[in-house]
């Protein structure tokens, strides 16, 4: 049984700071997975935020650029997501993603967090 579990979130205030982890936990081979932060405010569709390869190559929304920091331990099988100079805008419901997409076998690996809510307000 494979689960990703997040904590971190909370209330903070504009400008301040908050580290996201997401602890994976069953027979997953976490090194290999392909390992994401997604966000959701009320009303809207999630948006990917930041995107971190099993070689440690990472990518982030334009949104978050310089403000947020995607890391892993596969050691601790467990994502982070580094967040500072929080603004408003970045509240949303955050969940952490482990993928694994075999297109030879057509076969897809795919496990989410049960979220955590992130609030900035002052």
């Known amino acids: 049984q494979v689960q990703l579990v997040e904590s971190g979130g909370g209330l903070v205030q504009p400008g301040g700071s908050l580290r996201l982890s997401c602890a994976a936990s069953?027979?997953?081979?976490?090194?290999?997975?392909?390992m994401g932060w997604y966000r959701q405010a009320p009303g809207k569709q999630r948006e990917l935020v930041a995107v971190?390869?099993?070689?440690?190559?990472?990518n982030y929304a334009d949104s978050v650029k310089g403000r947020f920091t995607i890391s892993r331990d596969n050691a601790k099988k467990t994502g982070y997501l580094q967040m500072n100079s929080l603004k408003p805008e970045d509240t949303a419901v955050y969940y952490c993603?482990?993928?694994?997409?075999?297109?030879?076998?057509?076969?897809?690996?795919?496990?989410w967090g049960q979220g955590t809510q992130v609030t900035v307000s002052s």
């Open positions: 993603n482990a993928v694994l997409i075999l297109t030879t076998t057509s076969r897809r690996y795919d496990y």
């Open positions: 069953g027979g997953i081979i976490f090194s290999i997975y392909t």
């Open positions: 971190i390869s099993s070689g440690g190559s990472t």
